[in-house]
């Protein structure tokens, strides 16, 4: 992609930028629900998270785009088992690829030659290239549009809180622990800041049901994420357990809602996607509606 140069007037006199924002409005117009899933500290498992909420928007028959802006770190092809995916059709346009008949997905992961080079880019060219994700990306009609942001409150996710006008809100992961608490606080001013509703709050590794004995055990403690809600005046959308099923799952490409449906994982994140569906009239979430199916449209 060249690197963004000075912006000038076209025949008509008007700037490529009022040209971008307008194709930018016109395919968000086709979304109906826009949600940016931020945490301000890494490691909290939110592309996890992302890639979970699609999957069970899907499945609750919900027509849903997922977008990964994170650029120098694109986890979501490896969640969804999408690496070396290649973007259908011809190079001028940009089709997202398909998980299944409900989901498609975009990433910077699927415009790599080789996953293991590192994408070397300031600001300009982040924003130049979340901005042609925006305007050129041909989802059609979704429900909803599910945005991976990288952790923080730099580059990537100000961009997109500025270039989609109208968006539900974020959705902001955190673990227990006070050491993520504090990074996460700022996300939450980071939305008030850039005038972003806040959906809710998610606390992810919330305690570890022991296999053997039942026990649960609050390695990272709990409850944290629960009280920051509380603290900052926004809602609480509930807690996603350590579950070692969730790593194996991601590590094979298949998200924890389609391979481990009925576990108490799965049932933690239909409950939480209940909450985001209550303002939209959902319907519960079915158990085990969220298979994998390589030949959907990817139109």
């Known amino acids: 992609m060249e690197s963004p140069g000075p912006q000038s007037a076209n025949a008509h006199g008007q700037k490529p930028a009022d040209e971008m ?7 968000m117009q086709l979304i109906a629900h826009k949600i940016m899933v931020l945490s301000g500290k890494g490691g909290v498992g939110k592309s ?12 609750a028959g919900r027509r849903t785009g997922l977008l990964d802006i994170d650029i120098h770190g694109p986890s979501i092809p490896k969640l969804l088992g999408l690496e070396g995916a290649l973007l259908p059709g011809p190079a001028e346009m940009m089709l ?17 030659p080789d996953d293991r080079e590192a994408v070397i880019w300031r600001g300009p060219m982040k924003h130049k290239l979340i901005s042609e994700f925006l305007a050129r990306v041909e989802w059609g009609e979704l429900d909803y549009l599910v945005v991976d942001s990288p952790p923080g409150t730099g580059d990537e996710p100000l961009s997109i809180a500025q270039l989609v006008h109208g968006a539900d809100g974020a959705i902001v992961v955190t673990t227990p622990q006070e050491v993520a608490l504090s990074d996460v606080r700022k996300s939450i001013s980071f939305c008030h800041r850039v005038g972003l509703p806040v959906i809710g709050v998610i606390e992810n590794m919330s305690g570890f049901v022991c296999p053997e004995c039942g026990a649960r055990i609050a390695i990272f403690k709990e409850g944290g994420g629960e009280r920051l809600a509380r603290e900052m005046g926004v809602p ?37 996607i209940e909450r985001i569906l209550e303002g939209g009239g959902g319907a519960p979430v079915p158990e085990g509606a969220v298979a994998r199916d390589t030949k959907g449209d990817s139109r």
């Open 236 to 272: 609480f959308l509930g807690k996603i357990p350590i579950d070692p099923q969730i790593v194996e799952a991601s590590d094979a490409g298949k998200p924890n809602l389609a391979s481990h449906a009925g576990g108490e994982t799965a049932r933690a994140f239909r409950a939480v």
């Open 48 to 59: 996890t998270v992302a890639a979970n909420l699609a999957v069970c928007l899907a499945g």
């Open 21 to 27: 924002s307008e194709r930018i409005a016109s395919r």
């Open 96 to 112: 997202p690829v398909s998980f299944n008949a409900n989901l498609k997905v975009m990433s910077i992961g699927f415009l790599l």
